[in-house]
């Protein structure tokens, strides 16, 4: 009888770029100080894309080589690339399918997921089953969003937050129980009201009117969102240890989508685990949107272990949330 086949993951990339946006940079640009940042929400900088026709797809390749020179293959090796992004190069092609040509994934079929916070998790549930599905050997997850191509930089609930970024993962087959183990991931149309970008799509497409109104940018009613954020990842990730009858003792790390420290900060008490074991980069990247998650990944990868419980956990506009459970398959 064969062993079941897990998803692990055998490599993480990352990339943001060299372009520095600080608190005090924006208190130039809006009404707005540095300490009031950072006491609400973690970040001190962010990183910017810069550069004119520069899109996602140019923070997603580097993460992706990055992933490929570690694990020593070639991108005609990847079987399936997944990008998770809101902010696509366009609306089609998917901006997937862009980076497999500027990475040379030739054998690759690809697409993007659209699920704003949460897409990377969205994406790895979804690579990780056709890994599970025993037809494909090596799928590439990546979440990368240039979030200043939505950001009103004039509106200053909005533009402290996010930053550009992008992170990837490299899935394989696995017989000895590492890997991807569970996900519970949500939905909830009605909080559309609440996060959004208002035209652009088929609803409201893109006209003198929508450009001259500001409705092509990034649209947060700040409160809604915090509380829903807060409720969300706290109560489904500990959903998911009760699930696998695991407690805040049995995780070596929370990786959690870097919105809001504050929000961090309530998922990880809900989960009984004290501040060493949570990763934490907001303050140096703010918000990359799908990037956050496996920037984490990145920054820490020397840090874990082989057998390490990891749970991801994020919350996104839509409403999309959910959680991850990873068993940490390789030493750095």
Known sequence: MSKKITAAI???GGYVPEDKLTNFDLEK???TNDEWIRTRTGIEE????KGDGKATS???APAVKELCKKRAIDPAEIDCLIVAT???DMV???TANIVCDKIGAKNAWSFDVGAACSGFLYSLTLGSSLIESGRYKKVVVCGADK???IVDYSDRATCIIFGDGAGAVLLEPNEEGNGVLDSILRSDGSGCQYLHMKAGGSARPASVETVMAKEHYVYQDGQPVFKFAVKGMADISA???EKNNLTGNDVAWLVPHQANLRIIDATANRMGLPREKVMININKYGNTTAGTIPLCLWDWEKQLKKGDNLVLAAFGGGFTWGATLIKWAYNS
Do not use: G, K, W
């Open 29 to 31: 640009m809006v009404d």
């Open 239 to 241: 959903e998911l240890l």
């Open 58 to 60: 140019d923070l997603a």
């Open 147 to 149: 979030m200043s191509a």
């Open 92 to 94: 089609f092609p998917a």
């Open 46 to 49: 962010r990183r910017i894309l």
């Open 86 to 88: 809101v902010t696509p």
């Open 10 to 12: 055998t490599a993480v």
